[in-house]
């Protein structure tokens, strides 16, 4: 089923557009660092049209849409749709918690923890002064609000919501020596004295429903940069039959059938039922999207060797940026947190934890 996404094809124009008007990036889809920024402003000027996966709305496949352009800007690039997810889990996640105030420019999610972060808040406002240091703050050099994770002093998770443009922000670039993702301009962040509000309460940022949906986002990001790379591959079948090539794209075209019908279910569930998680299939989207995304890269440059990571600068970035992005997932850990999910399900459908456990997989 072929879903209608007129804001979809709003958005491809003008980022079309865009990059034909550059003579380089029309020749070789090599964006640079302007010509990037100036796509990134293309999309925040769509965002607030975007609409939250948590949204009790009436208009068909929302969540799906959603993910459509999320996939398509991945496909152009993955540091725009790194920073482009974020800026919309952003925007959501505000939503969610029920931010009402106005806010306008890029806006990021840094939600890294390890590093030492304080806040002491006002005692009549949800204002006050934040003080260490946050990582991986991917955009620090162009974000103009920053909305961060933090644990207060019992353990419980915090949002704070920080203007960028002050004084007391210092970024450091120096540990960011990434090949793949390289244009992220990530960096760890010092805070000195510097105003912030605090957004939710305690443990809402991780305890809500969108967490989990937002998480989905991501994954519809590696979706959109595989799928842009097994484009290569079903152009050069066409211009130049052969049987191996055939079977490369007879591999990856089953599992990026799967994975795409994995998405439109998924969309649907979360339209259907918006108030809750489904942690359980999302890891599973996510788990599965990954070993699809590594399929496709190697299925992809055994088909056609060399060549296109050598000679060709768009097929050359997704390849090296999709190893890294895809990274976000957990590995070992998302795998034993699918595991726990599941039995936990099956006893809660079979009320037995130990007959009837193939229950949750029946047709």
């Known amino acids: 089923m072929i879903v209608k996404n007129p804001l979809l094809q709003t958005i491809k124009a003008a980022v079309e557009r865009k990059i034909a008007a550059d003579y380089q990036a029309r020749s070789t889809r090599n964006l640079t660092d302007k010509l990037r920024c100036d796509i990134l402003y293309i999309l925040v000027t769509h965002s607030e049209n975007v609409l939250h996966p948590t949204s009790e709305n009436e208009l068909l496949a929302h969540t799906l849409k959603r993910w459509q352009i999320l996939a398509y800007v991945a496909g152009v690039d993955l540091t725009l749709a790194k920073w482009f997810e974020s800026h919309l889990d952003a925007l959501s996640i505000l939503q969610e918690l029920g931010y009402d105030k106005p806010i306008k420019g890029l806006l990021a999610v840094w939600a890294a923890e390890g590093h030492p972060l304080s806040f002491e808040q006002d005692k009549f406002s949800q204002h006050g002064i934040v003080n260490g240091t946050k990582a991986w703050c991917s955009g620090a050099a162009i974000v103009d609000y920053g909305l961060m994770s933090y644990r207060d002093k019992n353990g419980h998770a915090q949002l704070l919501l920080v203007d960028m ?199």
Not at 202 to 215: M, S
Not at 233 to 246: D, E, F, R, S, T
Not at 330 to 345: C, M, R
């Open 165 to 363: 443009q002050q004084e007391g922000i210092e970024s450091d670039y120096r540990g960011w020596q990434a090949v793949g993702m390289q244009a992220t301009d990530t960096a760890i962040v010092q805070f000195n004295k510097v105003t912030a509000e605090q957004v939710g309460t305690a443990n809402a940022y991780l305890n809500r429903a969108g967490f989990w949906h937002g998480a989905a986002g991501v994954a519809a990001c590696w979706y959109g940069a595989a799928i842009s790379l097994a484009d290569y591959l079903v152009l050069a079948y066409q211009q130049k039959p052969c049987n191996y090539k055939a079977m490369y794209l007879g591999q990856i075209s089953i599992a990026l059938a799967a994975t795409q019908q994995s998405f439109h279910h998924m969309a649907r569930v979360i339209d259907a039922q918006p108030q809750h998680s489904h942690e359980l299939t999302i890891r599973q989207l996510r788990a599965s999207t990954e070993q699809v995304a590594r399929q496709v890269l190697e299925s992809v440059g055994q088909a056609l060797g060399a060549a296109p990571f050598c000679n060709n600068a768009h097929f050359a970035r997704l390849a090296a940026d999709l190893p890294v992005f895809i990274r976000q997932s957990h590995g070992a850990f998302d795998l034993q947190k699918i595991g726990e999910l599941t039995s936990e399900s099956a006893n809660r459908l079979s009320g037995d934890a130990t007959n009837g456990q193939g229950y949750i997989w029946q047709l």
